[in-house]
């Protein structure tokens, strides 16, 4: 509706006639939005390891991002640590491992059901032995409610904070393309309780073309940092929001 009376008074201004005219300004429009939350992500030099905590519900792709994450910032030249701290679903330190395989970065596990705060503080205290350069935390998607959930994230962010001060540096929220309406309220959820420093947009291999981010991103000002764009290991992308509007209107 915003956009819509945006066009209205677009209309008016250009004396905009013609279907083509008036698409090429949503284009504009569109792009407006989203060229402020264009920010990719870069990791800078520092004397400590840079430490990338990733969230969002389960089944949006999480382990997959991190996975591919590892993958760009290791062809990038830096050196990855990857912790299991998602230790409530079963097989997702498993699927994190592989990952971990596939983009040559080391592990830190526990036994599935452990405490992820653990977790977090053995990966930190073997970053800082290790010389890493980046440190991802994968974490819970899912827990019995939405307050232990965000409890349990809460803690785990407090732990990261306490062993390396200054860090999450930053606290990515993994969204799914074709989620909808239902992103926006992961969104303010997640925020409410993590403070997100960007957010990775997954799933546009298929026919969804992941539109509810412009509602984010105008409702939220916050960065899309990447997009997820198939399922092989170099399959993730900086977010260009040109690049993006064009895809939704092909």
Known sequence: MSLIEK??????????????????ALREELIGILAVAEAPLEVPELDRPYVIMVTGVNGTGKTTTIGKLAMKLKSEGKSVLLAAADTFRAAAIEQLE????????????HKEGSDPSAVAFDAIKAAVSRKVDVVIVDTAGRLHTKANLMDELKK??????????GTPDEVLLVLDATTGQNAVQQTKMFHEALDITGIVLTKLDGTAKGGIVISISDEFRLPLRLIGVGEKIYDLQDFRAEDFVRALFE
């Open 7 to 24: 066009l209205k008074k677009q209309v008016d201004k250009k004396k905009i006639k013609d279907p083509s005219s008036l698409q090429e």
């Open 98 to 109: 592989i990952w971990g395989k596939r983009a040559d970065a080391p592990v830190v596990r």
């Open 156 to 165: 785990l962010k407090r732990i990261i904070s306490r062993e390396l001060p």
